[in-house]
Nanobody, 121 residues
């Protein structure tokens, strides 16, 4: 069984910063890509940022230059540093991890429970 535990969301003023964390635990054989998605009210869930096991990065155009994704493999943890936050960044942020639970098991996606980020004055 695999669990993803997110932390770091909250209320911040425009221009402020937040750092999200997501730690994976349980029966993990290997982790491939790790990423963050977000979903605002009335909108579809969208990719914010992702990082592969080899360190390749991918960002949504709307967050380039403001958000930074990183991972700490020894802790099975992915981070999202969010700077210069805007009201339009308000959403529930979800951690996504693609991993294998055994050497003969195919990779599968796992999701965190979501953490609310609200940017408002």
């Amino acid at each position: 069984q695999v669990q993803l535990v997110e932390s770091g969301g909250g209320l911040v003023q425009p221009g402020g910063s937040l750092r999200l964390s997501c730690a994976a635990s349980g029966s993990i054989f290997s982790i491939n890509a790790m990423g963050w998605y977000r979903q605002a009210p009335g909108k579809q869930r969208e990719l914010v940022a992702a990082i592969t096991s080899g360190g390749r990065l991918n960002y949504a155009d709307s967050v380039k230059g403001r958000f930074t994704i990183s991972r700490e493999n020894a802790k099975n943890t992915v981070y999202l540093q969010m700077n210069s936050l805007k009201p339009e960044d308000t959403a529930v942020y979800y951690c996504n991890v693609n991993l294998r639970v055994g050497v003969l098991k195919p990779p599968a996606d796992y999701w965190g429970q979501g953490t609310q980020v609200t940017v408002s004055s």
